[in-house]
Each structure stands twice: as C-alpha cells, then as structure tokens.
C-alpha cells in the first residue's frame, strides 16, 4: 500500500474479458460503500465514486486498463485490500 496527499492507494489491473462492466462494478460498490470515508477509482486523469456503480462505468475500463484504488480513512485499509482482491480475481469471471 502507499501513501499520498490524496490518501492510501494500491494499484490494480483490470484481468477479466469483460472489464470494469456493471456486474464487477456492482462488486466494487458493494465493498465501497461500507467504507468510512471516500473510496476512489482513478483511470488516468479521471476518478470516480467507488460506491457508485454509474460512477465506476463511466471511467470504462477495458481488460488491461491499470487503475489506481484510494482511500481517504486509513480504518479503510481492508477495504482497499479487498477491492483490490476482488481486481485480481477477475471479478469471479475467470
């Protein structure tokens, strides 16, 4: 994990076929929003709502696409692990 001014991030690339779609992303929400502080996914220059599913669709992450997941609350840490995790996985797809 490392630090920055924006918080605590790791970096994770997408594996699965399908990407970042609505399914994975319903996944990653679903961790997101039982955070205590802002949860973040950023593609590039753009950062999305983590707990949001439109939020997360709209960066369009294809397979390969190298995201970077933040968090604000260091109490957050297990769940940037396991959004992490879960980007790994595949989403459950592989």
Not at 15 to 31: D, F, I, P, T
Not at 73 to 84: C, F, G, K, T, Y
């Amino acid at each position: 994990m490392t630090s920055s001014e924006q918080g605590k991030y790791r970096l994770a690339t997408i594996r699965n076929e399908l990407g970042l779609h609505a399914r994975s992303a319903a996944l990653v929400a679903g961790l997101a929003q039982n955070s205590r502080g802002p949860v973040w996914i950023v593609k590039e220059a753009q950062r999305a709502d983590a707990s949001s599913i439109i939020d997360i669709l709209t960066l369009v992450c294809k397979k390969g696409t190298e995201i970077k997941i933040i968090i604000e609350d260091p109490a957050d840490s297990e769940i940037l692990d396991a959004i992490v995790q879960l980007v790994a996985s595949g989403f459950g797809e592989q």
